[in-house]
């Protein structure tokens, strides 16, 4: 759905003096940069290495592919600042919320997509719009001086060559962390005499949407069984260049979670609360495993939570202990692999620009946000303000009372330098409201004065 504030229609005969702005990486932040830069009027040039180079998590060579879950999270835009940056972005005619909501399958109150429909609709478009143009192919390092604006949106999956590059200019070592991948499983092979449809507390609008996870019950022996095959289960090996990383704490391996505590899961992605077994509704479950649909037709789903650094044949043998999965296959298992990105409050400036050198800007994950939505919206963000710069004039960052803002303002020098690490949105990031009580039991009231002053402040800031 778009939002109110459209973009003028280009002028060809203008057009046609502009210089390019060129993207490096075609992933959720680049794509949307291209998008917003070209709406604008102006030539962009997405550079994918896909898939001339590949990586060891995607699939597909198309644009903005979903490599993790398939989900955008909550879509409730009045009480969570995930749904609230999915509304600023609606607002602002972002292309990945349009073809998110084109292309969403049944999640509850959440936002999820069809992965692979979802992509093909997002290359689509790029291809088809005038002003964008997509090369295939590396950039393998700091790109030409005639490459006069660049935003350099490379994700978590940065090629070597290119973070070496980087990490020379600034002066800076990368930090990392670790993400792993959620495995997915073939609908028809989950037992549904054991398990059931539904979703927490019957979140949803409609029946569908109410019915949109397959939840699996765990009584206090299956759950304690699964917890020690878990802990005992082989994992992969970390290189010793590798063993320092930090985890993100909002994507932990499930193994590491369990590490933490025998009842963590329990908290966690395991969770009993707002669900009634249907086939026993008189038995509390002691634990239980949702499924979140994974693809428009129903057939793939993937375990919620359950990123994980199990080998493969471990994973197979520890997730078929989970009643309604004993004889589950699955369509891909679980992995990790190893993100990068850059300490942001200390090398880029209120534009996004790298100080060290001004013609290239940063967005997507690489800048230190974490989740594709807040990716997203530092595509969205990067992209306005290099298309403004090139026109001759200058936006300044949206105010930190919105959900776009706050991230900005977070990574740009709201983080402490010395201690930064990845962050999703969240009403943590953004300055207390006048008069609006704290506390729990005000929660609603405190998250609703969030949102609607950030919605106003937004509208403003996009006019």
């Given amino acids: 759905m778009r939002g109110p504030f459209s973009f003028p229609p280009p002028c060809p005969k203008s057009l046609s003096m502009t210089k390019p702005i060129h993207i490096i990486g075609g992933g959720m932040a680049g794509s949307e940069a291209a998008w917003q830069i070209a709406q604008m009027g102006v030539p962009a040039i997405i550079h994918e290495m896909r898939p001339n180079v590949k990586t060891f998590a995607h699939q597909t060579e198309n644009l903005a592919e979903l490599v993790c879950s ?47 429909a979802f992509s093909e609709a997002v290359t689509a478009r790029l291809e088809a719009h005038p002003l964008i143009t997509i090369e295939r192919g590396e950039i393998a390092g700091i790109p030409p001086d005639d490459w006069d604006s660049v935003i350099i949106a490379t994700g978590p999956l940065t090629s070597a060559a290119l973070a070496e590059a980087v990490r020379d200019l600034t002066g800076e070592s990368s930090l990392a962390f670790f993400d792993a991948i959620a495995p997915i499983i073939y609908a028809e092979s989950i037992n549904m005499e054991k398990a059931w449809l539904q979703s927490r507390y019957d979140k949803g609008d409609t029946e569908e949407e109410r019915t949109a996870y397959i939840n699996c019950p765990m009584d206090e022996a299956q ?29 932990l391996p499930i193994e590491v ?5 025998r009842e963590t899961l329990r908290f966690g992605p395991m969770k009993p609360v707002g669900l009634t077994n249907s086939h026993q509704p008189q038995i509390k479950a002691h634990a239980v495993v949702q499924l979140r649909r994974d693809n428009a037709l129903g057939t793939l789903y993937n375990i919620v939570g359950f990123q994980t650094k199990m080998k493969y044949g471990a994973q197979a043998e520890v997730f078929k202990m989970i009643p309604g999965l004993e004889d589950a296959e699955f369509a ?37 946000v974490e989740g594709y939505v807040e990716s997203t919206a530092m595509g ?75 919605k106003a402040d937004w509208n403003a800031w996009l006019t």
């Fill in 257 to 261: 979670m369990a590490e933490r505590g």
């Fill in 332 to 368: 891909r298992l679980g992995g990790i692999h190893r993100n990068t990105f850059i300490n942001s409050p200390r090398l880029l400036d209120d534009q996004m620009r790298l100080k060290a050198m001004p013609r290239l800007r940063f967005a997507g994950q690489i800048t230190g």
């Fill in 380 to 454: 969205l963000l990067a992209g306005r303000m290099a298309a403004h710069e090139r026109l001759g004039s200058t936006i300044t960052a949206p105010p930190n009372t919105t959900a776009t803002g706050a991230l900005i303002s977070h990574i740009t020098g709201g983080a402490a330098a010395k201690t930064f690490q990845p962050m999703n949105v969240n009403f943590g990031l953004f300055p207390l409201v006048d008069g609006v009580k704290g506390g729990r039991r005000n929660r609603p009231a405190r998250y609703k004065a969030y949102t609607d002053r950030a």
């Fill in 223 to 251: 759950y304690n069984a699964f917890i020690d095959a878990l802990l005992a289960a082989d994992k992969t090996e970390f290189k010793d260049w590798e063993k320092d990383t930090p985890y993100f704490d909002g994507c």
């Fill in 70 to 116: 398939n989900s955008f999270r909550s879509d409730d835009d009045e009480a969570n600042a995930v749904g609230l940056l999915h509304w600023e972005m609606r607002q602002a005619g972002g292309l990945i919320m349009e073809m998110g909501d084109a292309h969403s399958v049944p999640a509850g109150s959440a936002l999820a997509v069809d992965r692979n």
